[in-house]
């Protein structure tokens, strides 16, 4: 006989209960005849993950599935939109009554700008309803410990110090530097004055007045509108006229810089407030004003150079609730970023600026240390126009490529005093090839190969080229450097040679024209390689991995087959052809620069259409363990408009 007021469910309930111990119990202790609280307490994590409360069995003093939705929103929204939260059902214990169950749950949460989680546990409380549902208690504090209605959360970064990059030496090449910015600030005016000063200053820079004037327009009231960033110490901008026009402020501030303006600029890049495709890209990482590489290897290192950030996790009064009161829950320590260490010499890389500082056309210097491949300058000159001249210049090499073809020839049979003829013209396929004007007779007719090296024979070499057909002149390229295909951890073009050519396109390509191409890396490369006798790999990141050319005797990283090594007797070769440029041919200029002999090669070649042809102006060389190259993209001759260039840049 059933006592009045109790259900079928609850006698189950009562006699379950005599027969387990009368004492806090686990799920799993007994196995009555009752609903497992372990589904509920899964939907209700599964929910606090997603937001979607829907399928949770909820009692009925808490909100409707859609308020705990947009409740939830609101608490969590301030931790960022990339931050997800992983939510594992720990022990579930049912009360000695039955009727009662806790359950532990395991919150992870994946914040972004860090790579530690914010982990800690929750607890909820359910109970079996008179149907035998489990239904779980609505708490705030499910969100996140000790959470109140009152409350949302917020997620506070503290940057990380950005680190530097250091050079050969230690020397330190880019570092916060003082600057100060120049803006119009709005608090310092009247709203009628404003797009007047906007515009003033706008005109006193050379900007776009229309430009600056809507971005003043569009900023907050009491916004500072920044219209450029100066140096402390630049001259360039008269700071005091600026400082006295309407409604300008100068606001002191560091950035990350390099010694100067033009310092390796193109290579190293430029740092700056992270752009919205930098912060969409980084997925959480940058946020919008933080600063980011912009550019160069300030770009692409720049999660190992701006390190990564601090954060806290506060509860904070809701929007409209009368509170100070600030709790936080979680933090982690900013981390410095990691200093990039290159290969460049601060002292070579501002001599070679220098000396193209004068320089109109495209132009560029490279250094190289032939012993480790260490790449010491890499100098762009202004009229390449931010581009990396040096390192991503495509170029006709003109006849610096000759010391490549010398080596083919020398594989072909040829030695340094086998005879050549070197007569004023020569056809091929009814193409006239000439040597440059005013050649040498004293160097023409019947001459060894030396003589024809050094005076840069061009009919000489296109006479030969049976000795080498064009896939033995490619091999000799990649033996020598120009490997188009080399992953040297920057952005980087060496030099690119046809496997197949045949009739003028094979002449044209041992003098280093038609479809032979390099860069001024590629051609001081070639010039290390024949100082070093074997293959150079140029580098420039320090630890960059060993696909960057970590080891100076290794290859650079192709899918090509290896070439065969160059041996020590084609390098000797090869060394004293070059220096016979320097003591009898094109170089004669360099033969008393102070120090160890220069050995060189010149370079000239022609591009453009017939009616308009222009002259790329070309030198490498070699002095003890430093190979260099010198590129004007319009000129005179190498030997005349590269030449002066090279000859003040190695006597320092």
Known sequence: ??????????????????ACAAVVTSVAACTPDRPDPRPAVEAVATALESGDFTDVPL??????????????????EGLGETATADVQVGEVTVGEDETSATAALDVTWDLPSTDEDWTYSAQARLALDDEDVWRVAWAPALLAPGLTADEVLRLERTAAPRADVIGAGAAVLVTERDVERFGIDKTRLPADQLDGAARALAAALAMDPEAYAQRVAGAGEKAFVEAITLRVEDASVDKTALRALPGVAAVPDTLPLAPTRTFARPILGTVGQATAEIVEASEGDVVAGDLAGLSGLQRQYDAQLRGTPGVAVQAVPAEGVESTTVRELFRTEPVPGEPLRLTLDLLLQERAEAVLASVAPASAIVAIRPSTGEVLAAASGAGGEGVSTATLGQYAPGSTFKVVSALAYLRGGLTPTSTVACPPTI??????????????????????????????????????RDLADQGALADAG????????????????????????????HAASVIGQGQVLASPLGMATVAASAAAGRTVVPRLVVDAGADAGADPTATPTSSTEPPAPVTADEA?????????VVTEGGATLLADVPGEPVLAKTGTAQFGDDEDLRNHAWMIAVQGDLAVAVFVAEGDYGSTTAGPLMRTFLAG
Do not use: K
Request: glycine share 10%; charged share 25%.
């Open 1 to 18: 006989m059933r006592t009045p007021g109790t259900t079928p469910a609850r006698l189950r309930r009562t006699a379950w209960a005599l």
């Open 59 to 76: 009692d009925d003093a808490a909100p409707a599935p859609q308020e705990l939705a947009e409740a939830r929103t609101r608490a969590v």
């Open 427 to 464: 056809d091929v396929d009814g193409r006239t090839f000439r040597n440059f004007p005013g050649y040498p007779a004293s160097a023409q007719g019947d001459v060894p190969f030396r003589t024809a090296f050094a005076h840069s024979c061009n009919t000489a070499f296109i006479g030969s």
């Open 478 to 505: 990649r033996a020598l450097g120009l490997d188009p295909e080399a992953d040297l951890g920057f952005p980087a073009f060496l030099g690119a040679v046809p496997d197949e050519a045949s009739g003028t396109g």
């Open 572 to 580: 000797a070769a090869l060394r004293d052809m070059m220096r016979a």
